[in-house]
């Protein structure tokens, strides 16, 4: 979704770029290995967010005795998780030492946390999608009432409102943490979603569209429970369980007998499980680390007459290298495999091109199938280093303190679809994939994270895309 907000931080971000060049001065502290107890840690910033909450990102407590080199590295773990939870800009910790007596100071700067942000969506899979045709049309619009580190516990509370091409009314909550410890946490989500015009089919790789001109041509209701485990800093198991209703109108079933398998209302549950473990330094753009998530769904649970009925399987593993001073590498080796013993009906199919599944270079297409391999490569080359500055104008620090990065990268992805059922219609399927090409990203404050690339791919067509969102 491409938001007010986002677009609103992007202007304040341009207005001060002037400030990047402006020198930094790195303190490089050489103090003797020695063993240290922490006496306190004093919070500093959070007017909002809890104190347990940040209490529980540290990796040190009251009373520890560790080691000046152990501590040092303990403190950049804690900073890197408190920035990977998405409720400050900055987050500074800093340590004074009287003899054999550390004191912790952790200063942060905390986020804007309410956004009523005005929806402007595609209702394509994506941006590039849309500008192939240009239809405006094709255009969301509402309100997404979004309040983020609600109660000050990092919970976050949505309200849509959405209207236009497609209608959606929904609410989600998310609640990290249920139990004393901070272990524990659930989320509650539920709506409804009405479309009039539904992609009904894929032919030649691209998605062909039915308009109903009168009633919508899809309504769906859902809802779903899921309750998380979070044990540790950077270990979390999610399970789930998820209700879909959907109806279609009888024309989009003559027109593709496969989209709902001849069944114009489907009812179905869903039980997923995940887990994930995330070393990433900083996780909407990073540079070193690693991350690793596994998951397993099985759609269908019998209880309704011509239920789907099909497992998928799911992973990925990504790793970043600082190669050499300013030069960085990172990889994405991931999949999918589903039943292709029992067909999945059309409309709820996915593939290559649909979030998460997808490689640079074959933005405009989707190669539907139920086994797919991925692998995703970049070279990055840090054209200007994380500045900080203050926009002087503005006098919330949750807006003036800014930061700023700006990287040159080389990529090169691939990718393999297997599909058994309708490769005689998209050649796409069943042959190696692979796109090249070079961009610039842009990273700054609020997660924001623009790319502008250039690309050709294995049938030689070539593109300019615009994302928004690291690509790895």
Known sequence: MISF????????LLSAVSNLLADQTIIVNNEKDSILTIR?????????TKDRIIIRELEFSINDSLSTVKLDSLIVKSQQ????????????ISKKVDENNCYIDVSVIERWY???IPILQFADRNINAWWEKRDFSRVNYGIDLRVENFRGLMERLNIILQFGYDVKLGFKWSIPYLTKNQVFGMGLDGGLQLNHVMAYETVDNKEQFYTSMDGYAQKNYFGRVSFTFRPKYNYLHSFSVDFDQFNFKDTILELNPEFAS????YNYFTLSYSFKLDRRDYKPYPLKGYYFDVGVSKVGLGLFENEINNLIISSNFDQYFNLINRWYFAYNVGGQISDDKNRMPYFIQSGLGYYPNTIRGYE???VDGQQI?????NVKFELIPQKTFNISWIRSKKFSEVFFAMYANLFFDMAYVSDIYTSDVNPLSNQLLWGTGIGLDLVSYYDIVLRLEFSVNKQKE?????????PI
Request: aromatic share 18%; proline share 2%.
């Open 364 to 366: 405009l297409y989707v």
């Open 81 to 92: 998780n408190l920035m990977n939870r998405s409720l400050f800009n900055f987050v500074t």
């Open 40 to 48: 306190s840690i004093k919070l500093s910033g959070n007017k909002i």
């Open 373 to 377: 391999a991925l692998f995703k490569s």
């Open 262 to 265: 001849g069944e114009s209302r």
């Open 462 to 470: 070539r593109g300019f895309f615009v994302s928004f969102m690291a």
């Open 114 to 116: 309410i956004w009523p």
């Open 5 to 12: 907000r986002y677009f609103s931080l992007m202007l304040i």
